[in-house]
């Protein structure tokens, strides 16, 4: 797929699908008629994978009872586990070193409660100001919990120009008496990657422990956490995963934490050999699925295993060269369509930077959203005044960025945003 010869026309943008070694995945997913979905950065589109593999589970529920636990299609006693296999190689980990369970908060909180061991005078969590809040809230409970004011004990680390971070500047404030840093793979509003290696790198130096919120990375580019050695990770698993509204999460612990002692210790967590042994003595396992805490959410883990299955089949590194690629286009062909009309894309232009979405601001993004979403271009605002624009390798073709630019050139030359107001809805 060739951009030498880029031409700001509809047959470029038809020859470049027909060039696309993805292109087939399209037609397992349910894309609705007259819409392009832009927004698989917050919600990843079902797929007939995914919709299968629960209609499984719940057949396996409707036949086996109880013992759907140990019987059927998918036993769910060690779902868990499987897909946590199922993950790993698209985070660079071994299966042991992977679970899904719980949620991107609630497995942070059980991260924190196991490695923030305030020390000393080693009490600080280092965190960034671009960071998703949530992060943020989970960080500032976990300090009151030990007594700490978040105000003097979390730092968070500047932004130099509010869209990106300086690893420098994270690097600076990484001093003596810091416990922890957690910090994003890829930020959420700029798509901005993080250098995890370098980071990792430095804060061990300093006999930091680091761990990483790849909500915004899963899926999208490829990670080798265990080769860079990094302490732990988290994630949801329904963006570019397209695991389904409030799927269930995951975890990453490095093996060599696996002697460490869930800091919330749950039933699921233990070995399972000894589970049903119903001792009042915890024995976790040996492996990341000791950081499990409850009963696994069966119906909202079951569409995971259809959506790993294309990931397997289509590979992490055509999904990313495919992601680059039509970001590359769509960039170009805002910059040509849109010339003139005050927008900014705010995200990296290197590759190595860059996530999977392309953040395009603009004084008036919320009611230019508004008018995308009236229009059948389906973004995502992130106040004060990104749209978020996430071309999905897996489904979205160049023909859909295409037309999407030219709806977008449409509602600014016509000024239609002007009718709706310039404020968020509720759910952004």
Same mark, same amino acid.
């Given at each position: 797929?060739?951009?030498?010869?880029?031409?700001?026309?509809?047959?470029?943008?038809?020859?470049?699908?027909?060039?696309?070694?993805? +292109?087939?995945?399209?037609?397992?997913?349910?894309?609705?008629?007259?819409?392009?979905?832009?927004?698989?950065?917050?919600?990843?589109?079902?797929?007939?994978?995914?919709?299968?593999?629960?209609?499984?589970?719940?057949?396996?529920?409707?036949?086996?009872?109880?013992?759907?636990?140990?019987?059927?299609? %998918?036993?769910?006693?060690?779902?868990?586990?499987?897909?946590?296999?199922?993950?790993?190689?698209?985070?660079?980990?071994?299966?042991?070193?992977?679970?899904?369970?719980?949620?991107?908060?609630?497995?942070?909180?059980?991260?924190?409660?196991?490695?923030? !061991?305030?020390?000393?005078?080693?009490?600080?969590?280092?965190?960034? @100001?671009?960071?998703?809040?949530?992060?943020?809230?989970?960080?500032?409970?976990?300090?009151?919990?030990?007594?700490?004011?978040?105000?003097?004990?979390?730092?968070?680390?500047?932004?130099?120009?509010?869209?990106?971070?300086?690893?420098?500047?994270?690097?600076?404030?990484?001093?003596?008496?810091?416990?922890?840093?957690?910090?994003?793979?890829?930020?959420?509003?700029?798509?901005?990657?993080?250098?995890? !290696?370098?980071?990792?790198?430095?804060?061990?130096?300093?006999?930091?422990?680091?761990?990483?919120?790849?909500?915004?990375?899963?899926?999208?580019?490829?990670?080798?956490?265990?080769?860079?050695?990094?302490?732990?990770?988290?994630?949801?698993?329904?963006?570019?995963?397209?695991?389904?509204?409030?799927?269930?999460?995951?975890?990453?612990?490095?093996?060599?934490?696996?002697?460490? +002692?869930?800091?919330?210790?749950?039933?699921?967590?233990?070995? !399972?050999?000894? %589970?049903?042994?119903?001792?009042?003595?915890?024995?976790?396992?040996?492996?990341?699925?000791?950081?499990?805490?409850?009963?696994?959410?069966?119906?909202?883990?079951?569409?995971?295993?259809?959506?790993?299955?294309?990931?397997?089949?289509?590979?992490?590194?055509?999904?990313?060269?495919?992601?680059?690629?039509?970001?590359?286009?769509?960039?170009?062909?805002?910059?040509? @369509?849109?010339?003139?009309?005050?927008?900014?894309?705010?995200?990296?232009?290197?590759?190595?930077?860059?996530?999977?979405?392309?953040?395009?601001?603009?004084?008036?993004? +919320?009611?230019?959203?508004?008018?995308?979403?009236?229009?059948?271009?389906?973004?995502?605002?992130?106040?004060?005044?990104?749209?978020?624009?996430?071309?999905?390798?897996?489904?979205?073709?160049?023909?859909?960025?295409?037309? +999407?630019?030219?709806?977008?050139?449409?509602?600014?030359?016509?000024?239609?945003?002007?009718?709706?107001?310039?404020?968020? @809805?509720?759910?952004?």
């Amino acid at each position: 797929m060739d951009l030498h010869d880029f031409s700001l026309t509809l047959d470029f943008a038809k020859k470049l699908d027909s060039e696309d070694t993805l +292109a087939r995945f399209r037609k397992e997913f349910y894309l609705q008629p007259n819409t392009i979905y832009m927004d698989g950065n917050s919600l990843g589109l079902l797929s007939k994978r995914a919709e299968r593999a629960l209609l499984d589970t719940l057949e396996d529920w409707k036949e086996y009872g109880i013992d759907g636990w140990t019987q059927g299609k %998918q036993p769910w006693f060690n779902l868990s586990e499987k897909l946590g296999e199922m993950i790993a190689p698209l985070v660079g980990a071994s299966a042991d070193e992977v679970i899904v369970s719980g949620s991107t908060t609630v497995n942070l909180h059980q991260l924190l409660a196991t490695f923030y !061991k305030p020390k000393g005078s080693r009490t600080k969590i280092v965190a960034d @100001e671009l960071n998703f809040p949530s992060d943020i809230y989970a960080l500032k409970s976990q300090l009151n919990i030990h007594g700490l004011d978040p105000d003097v004990h979390l730092i968070r680390v500047k932004s130099q120009d509010g869209r990106f971070l300086v690893e420098d500047d994270i690097i600076a404030a990484m001093s003596d008496d810091v416990a922890l840093v957690i910090l994003p793979t890829v930020l959420y509003r700029s798509g901005q990657i993080l250098d995890m !290696k370098r980071l990792t790198v430095e804060a061990h130096k300093r006999n930091i422990m680091i761990g990483f919120d790849a909500c915004h990375s899963i899926g999208a580019i490829p990670h080798s956490f265990s080769e860079w050695d990094v302490d732990f990770a988290y994630w949801c698993n329904y963006k570019y995963l397209n695991g389904g509204p409030g799927a269930v999460g995951g975890l990453f612990v490095n093996r060599k934490h696996f002697d460490t +002692a869930p800091g919330l210790a749950g039933w699921f967590g233990s070995d !399972k050999e000894k %589970q049903f042994d119903l001792e009042h003595n915890f024995t976790p396992a040996n492996t990341a699925s000791a950081y499990q805490i409850g009963t696994p959410h069966l119906l909202s883990l079951a569409p995971l295993m259809g959506s790993l299955e294309i990931f397997a089949d289509a590979g992490m590194e055509k999904i990313r060269q495919k992601s680059l690629h039509i970001n590359h286009y769509f960039m170009r062909l805002l910059e040509e @369509e849109l010339a003139g009309m005050k927008f900014e894309i705010g995200n990296p232009r290197e590759d190595y930077r860059r996530g999977g979405h392309v953040s395009l601001e603009h004084r008036e993004a +919320a009611r230019i959203c508004k008018a995308l979403k009236e229009n059948g271009v389906i973004p995502d605002f992130r106040a004060p005044n990104v749209i978020r624009l996430a071309p999905v390798s897996l489904y979205t073709s160049y023909e859909d960025v295409w037309k +999407a630019v030219q709806i977008l050139k449409k509602i600014m030359t016509e000024k239609l945003y002007e009718k709706f107001a310039n404020e968020r @809805e509720v759910v952004a």
